[in-house]
């Protein structure tokens, strides 16, 4: 078989995850995150509900999943970091931008993200201190307003700064582990742990008396509500729900074993990621209705809502703690694989000692992050671009920097790789899959998803309106 493209270098000597079970829990460990529990709730709230949904769902179908497969294909075909990716494949090397861009997205959503992470750390602390008690024993208009202000008081002050540093350092205490013993070991023991911690909310949440309006909002679809920037929210929202367009899954495949289904894993990983989500928002909005809070309510909404409802139950601080614990772990797993797309690179590209990489890369992002995210913080009042940092970052990385690696990705994936090499792959050698699955993947991936991107794209720079 002729391939357009050549392994080369000393893979062999390279980490990876040991079973398919652990590279699933890894996987999915990146996937799921605040993205799911804070960031979905709430943008399904901002734009109309279960409409909001649907075209979620299409984007992850057609973007999401094919985007990820190829992924998958770049990093275990080469067993490289996104950088050193097309090295390997002995590509132009403009490609290399994929590798710098994700680089950059890297730390632009750990800024924000690791700041979030961190009011997380914090909500797990106030819970076990049983700050949120007194909320049970008031009405529901006071112990709203209390909740509130639990909120604020969080976020001002030096203490978010610290709980920020809190939260980096045990992601970069994991990473210095390695691939088996950090990332693999940890996944694989909080994930499942996770994934009951949810069921636990939901259900309660569902057992409440706005639990039919939270329901109904949830899954009514109602497209008069879908503005035209909700359609790229919902594809900057399948990027960064999945991890995609910036080479955490590249960096992620180029550890998974030979004998993994890389089509099958996406698949599963999709689609339990959508699962928490929807957990997530069953979770959320009955509490939402039952307290009469706004569904628009923005990124506070998880942490002012949750306390509320969790504090009038009984043993509710027992499932407060667990929710905030859930939440902790989701987004510490999330940053794992952040943090590693540029680990691998200094590690291989700069041949820098892991250990040393790691703390580089996450001072840098601790120091950066916490003068910028802060609202109280030196620069948390500027303004660029009419969005403070958080919102500049957020939107930069998820709504520019992801969707065009992801179209780069796709692109170079769809139509500079030779169709064999990626049936090969795909199918670890023919010994699993059909191959017509393969060639549909790749009919999606040169057709569809790119149209899609673009139009998206020019939607969002006004030349056409959707
Ligand atoms: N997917 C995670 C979430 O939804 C966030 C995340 C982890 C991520 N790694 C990423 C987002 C890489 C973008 C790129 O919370």
Redesign the pocket.
């Known amino acids: 078989m002729k391939k357009k493209i050549e392994e080369t270098g000393k893979s062999m000597n390279r980490e990876t995850f040991s079973t398919s079970l652990t590279v699933f829990f890894a996987t999915l460990g990146?996937?799921v995150?605040?993205?799911?529990i804070w960031k979905f709730p709430y943008m399904t709230g901002m734009n109309g509900g279960g409409a909001f949904i649907l075209v979620y769902l299409l984007f992850v179908l057609l973007l999401g999943i094919p985007i990820m497969v190829s992924e998958f294909y770049l990093g275990r075909k080469t067993r490289s970091n996104v950088v050193g990716v097309f090295n390997k494949l002995k590509a132009h090397k403009f490609w290399k931008i994929i590798g710098y861009m994700g680089l950059l997205?890297s730390f632009l959503?750990m800024f924000f993200y690791s700041t979030v992470a961190g009011w997380v750390y914090a909500y797990v602390f106030r819970a076990l201190k049983g700050d949120f008690r007194f909320l049970g024993d008031m009405g529901i208009e006071e112990a709203r307003v209390a909740s509130e202000g639990i909120f604020t008081d969080t976020l001002s002050g030096i203490s978010p700064m610290l709980w920020q540093g809190f939260a980096i350092l045990l992601v970069s205490v994991i990473l210095i582990g390695g691939v088996k013993k950090g990332i693999e070991r940890v996944t694989k023991t909080l994930m499942p742990i996770l994934l009951l911690l949810i069921i636990i909310s939901a259900v309660r949440a569902l057992t409440l008396s706005g639990a039919g309006e939270g329901l109904s909002f949830l899954m009514k679809a109602d497209f008069s509500k879908l503005k035209g920037s909700s359609i790229l929210a919902a594809m900057g929202l399948a990027f960064?729900?999945?991890?995609l367009g910036?080479g955490?899954m590249v960096t992620y495949g180029s550890y998974f074993n030979k004998e993994n289904n890389l089509m099958g894993t996406s698949f599963k990983v999709a689609l339990s990621d959508v699962a928490v989500s929807m957990l997530a928002g069953l979770a959320i909005f009955p509490v939402v209705f039952t307290f009469q809070l706004a569904p628009e309510g923005g990124p506070g909404l998880l942490f002012q809502t949750i306390p509320l409802v969790f504090s009038m139950l009984p043993l509710g601080n027992i499932l407060l703690i667990a929710f905030f614990v859930l939440t902790a772990i989701a987004s510490t797993t999330?940053m794992l694989?952040?943090v590693e797309v540029p680990i691998a690179i200094l590690t291989e590209e700069l041949k820098l000692n892991r250990k040393k990489a790691v703390i580089i890369i996450t001072s840098l992002m601790f120091m950066v992050g916490v003068v910028t995210t802060h609202p109280d913080a030196l620069f948390g009042q500027v303004q660029v671009a009419g969005k403070n940092f958080f919102d500049l970052f957020d939107y930069t990385a998820s709504n520019l920097l992801?969707p065009l690696g992801g179209l780069l990705i796709t692109i170079f994936v769809a139509y500079f790789v030779k169709k064999e090499s990626i049936q090969e792959e795909l199918t670890n050698g023919g010994s699993i899959g059909s191959g017509k699955l393969v060639n549909f993947y790749r009919f999606v991936l040169r057709y569809i998803t790119p149209l899609l991107l673009i139009i998206v794209f020019l939607n969002e720079l006004g030349i056409i309106s959707i």
Do not use: Q, V
Request: hydrophobic share 50%.
């Open positions: 990146s996937a995150g605040l993205g799911n997205s959503i960064f729900k999945l991890s910036m955490t999330a694989s952040m992801m």
